[in-house]
């Protein structure tokens, strides 16, 4: 943890060349280039991986827990999302992804599609009953995006609605359940999530959400997608394990791809968007009230949705056309209609969605001058004049993303005006000048020094 926040994105300095990309690509500014290698601002940082994704060198890397970890406790239940399932074609069975991750030593296994249902069903009901506050109201499954608002758009905060994503409310009641089986104590089960995404991660060691997330640790899509490829069996037999899985019906399934939350919902008034740029670009619009007429925004921070997240092991196209498949065929032997499918899938009681365990977001300030405002509002001053003498290029070359952030962490101590090459190449010109017109004045061999270039124009006059 680094300034008081947790983050899973992490630099791997030895493979660091200080190319700059990540810091023309990060949506909150939060990454610097100093001394040749990156350096990542916890502050500003909100995991979205976007420089994983970016970084041609493989120098950012995402903290995840080791299947080893499951050896600490006598009964561990793994979370998969649609996601995961997006990862395999639609040929390989759902029973076989299930045996697969039996052999890998999970006891039980509750889709993220069975609770993504319940917390729709209260989507649903929220906004329709949701009379006299702003709108839209915004989506809180994503955490890149909900950290996003925390550190750049906080008015917003009193627009996200107050609902479990669907992960924390599967493991809150999973646990439950467990426990109450009588065989287990609570500090005895492990509640494990397959992430697509390092926010996930993140999120359920330090999360925005909640006040106690139920989640024990989050494994990527990746690994785990290679670990079921390792002990895969297209064949399986799963009647005999088949009470140990929970799984919901094509509209929880959807939830993988962008989309998939407003339908399951039943939302018409909507807009969807995707990608961390595009998210923030409409959090703006929201934040200037350009979107009042809109009930619901589904904002997620990856491209296609969670298919898009930089953990995950196939491309995001694939994976969609995968899910696709995958939710069609499911669809095919369910009831016509949105509710009645709905309700013969959920069959949870007391499951819960908005309950105590949610937690209302704070704002994050992203730059803070100074704790101090007198002080603070002398080093704006300053930066608003250093500001006004840079190029105003925000070309990155100075390792900082624009002109203003090098601005910032000049008047903070952390850079020098001469980190732009602009000025750096002023200041040597100017100092190649002034030991030129040194140089003509140092007396030669003894003889008297030559008048400069200004003294001869003055004799001639």
Not at 9 to 27: D, E, N, Q
Not at 61 to 82: G, H
Not at 156 to 184: D, F, M, N, T, W
Request: proline share 5%.
């Amino acid at each position: 943890m680094s300034g008081g926040y947790f983050h899973s994105v992490r630099l791997k300095g030895s493979a660091c060349i200080g190319c700059v990309t990540c810091v023309k690509y990060c949506p909150t500014e939060a990454i610097r280039v100093r001394n040749g290698k990156a350096i990542i601002l916890a502050a500003r940082c909100i995991d979205c991986g976007e420089c994983i994704r970016r970084c041609p060198h493989h120098a950012k890397v995402a903290v995840m827990d080791n299947l080893s970890e499951m050896r600490k406790y006598k009964y561990n239940i793994i979370l998969p999302p649609p996601s995961l399932y997006a990862q395999f074609p639609p040929e390989i069975k759902m029973e076989a992804i299930w045996q697969g991750l039996r052999d890998l030593g999970f006891d039980e296994i509750f889709d993220v599609s069975a609770s993504s249902e319940y917390v729709s069903a209260e989507i649903e009901s929220y906004v329709k009953n949701y009379q006299d506050g702003p709108r839209p109201l915004i989506s809180s499954a994503c955490p890149a995006v909900l950290r996003l608002i925390q550190v750049k758009f906080p008015e917003l905060i009193k627009q996200v609605v107050p609902i479990l994503s669907p992960a924390e409310a599967a493991a809150i009641y999973i646990k439950e359940e467990v426990v109450k089986r009588g065989e287990y104590s609570p500090e005895q089960v492990g509640i494990w999530f397959v992430a697509p995404c390092p926010a996930k991660g993140s999120n359920i060691r330090q999360a925005v959400d909640v006040n106690s997330t139920a989640i024990t640790g989050a494994f990527s899509i990746s690994k785990i997608y290679g670990e079921i490829c390792r002990v895969l069996k297209e064949d399986a037999n799963f009647s005999d394990w088949q009470d140990h899985v929970t799984t919901g019906s094509s509209y929880g399934m959807g939830w993988g791809a962008a989309g998939g939350e407003a339908r399951a919902a039943g939302l018409n008034n909507v807009l969807i968007v995707h990608g961390v740029d595009e998210a923030y670009e409409v959090l703006e619009q929201i934040s200037m009230n350009k979107m009042h007429d809109v009930d619901y925004v589904e904002c997620s921070a990856c491209y296609g949705g969670c298919l898009g997240g930089p953990l995950t092991a196939v491309n995001k196209f694939v994976a969609e056309k995968n899910l696709k498949q995958r939710v069609r065929s499911m669809r095919e032997n369910e009831p016509v209609s949105r509710k009645e499918t709905l309700a013969k899938s959920m069959r949870c009681e007391n499951f819960p969605v908005s309950s105590q365990a949610v937690k209302q977001l704070v704002p994050r300030p992203m730059m803070q001058l100074d704790e101090d405002i007198v002080v603070a509002m002398k080093k704006f001053e300053k930066m608003e004049e250093v500001l006004s003498s840079l190029p105003g290029l925000d070309c990155g070359a100075c390792g900082a993303p624009t002109c203003q952030c090098l601005a910032e962490d000049i008047v903070q101590g952390k850079a020098h005006e001469t980190d732009c090459i602009f000025k750096l190449r002023a200041s040597v010109k100017k100092l190649a000048q002034g030991m030129l017109d040194l140089a003509e004045q140092i007396p030669i061999s003894g003889r008297q020094a030559k008048p400069s270039h200004k003294e001869d124009k003055n004799e001639n006059k």
